[in-house]
């Protein structure tokens, strides 16, 4: 499988309780999306890396969201003291980001379904 | 501030040609795709259109008019995998992807 991966696909929290949503990307692409997906809605941006360097994380809804990418493959997206408001998909995305706009076409996960409870 | 609109659902027969619009205002533009996504999977790449014109892919083709900052989806000779939403895109001038709610496209036999 050479595509996204990220685990885990469904994940049922407690409100108060701390998440961590990873994402594999495709190897060697050097940028990395995540999104969070509500019902219905298109994926609304939350934070872009190149490489190991976090370059915008202004979707980020407030400081309870953090996201890392330490070696510029894996990224984990941690969110503390989960809120019902932050059930949604996160969708993880890659591309090759080699600055050439079709070959960065981003390459979607399946997405980890986060409930809150 | 910057905007994508799309129809939230539409409904076509099988077989048949059906026609999803988006219209799009953004800070700067630097294309336009298009992406489908089936319930509870990833959106999948389905094309990029930065020049005016049509660009046909198969049983697909993607239009886009720049000046009127518009674009449609084609989708012919429908089938019942087609079923799906299409989720258009616009790349603003920051390189980053301003997406639509998403138009859901139901196919009946």
């Not at chain 1, 469904?10 to 409100?15: D, H, L, Q, S």
């Not at chain 1, 993880?92 to 706009?101: E, K, P, T, W």
């Not at chain 2, 996504?37 to 990833?42: L, P, R, S």
């Not at chain 2, 989720?87 to 496209?105: E, F, V």
Request: glycine fraction near 10%; include cysteine.
């Amino acid at each position: 499988g050479a595509g996204v991966s990220q685990s885990p696909r469904y994940k049922v929290a407690k409100r108060g309780q701390d998440v961590a949503l990873r994402c594999d990307p495709i190897s060697g692409h050097v940028s990395l999306f995540w999104y969070q997906q509500a019902l219905g809605q298109g994926p609304e941006f939350l934070t872009y890396f190149q490489n190991e360097a976090q370059l915008d994380k202004s979707g980020l809804p407030s400081d309870r969201f953090f996201a890392e990418r330490p070696e510029g493959s894996v990224s984990t997206l941690k969110i503390q003291r989960t809120q019902q408001e932050d059930s949604a998909v996160y969708l993880c995305a890659s591309s090759l980001g080699d600055g050439q706009i079709l070959t960065d076409t981003q390459y979607f996960g399946p997405g980890t379904r986060l409930t809150v409870l | 501030g910057q905007n994508i609109d799309q129809p939230t659902e539409m409904t076509a027969t099988e077989g048949a040609i059906v026609q999803i619009n988006c219209t799009y205002q953004t800070s700067g533009f630097n294309g336009l795709f298009w992406y489908q996504q089936h319930a509870g999977e990833a959106p999948t790449f389905l094309s990029y259109n930065v020049l005016d014109g049509l660009e046909e892919k198969g049983r697909f083709s993607s239009f886009l008019s720049r000046s009127k900052g518009y674009s449609y989806l084609l989708l012919k000779e429908l089938q019942m995998k087609d079923s799906a939403s299409y989720l258009c895109a616009a790349l603003d001038s920051n390189y980053q992807l301003i997406w639509g709610a998403g138009t859901k496209l139901i196919i009946k036999p």
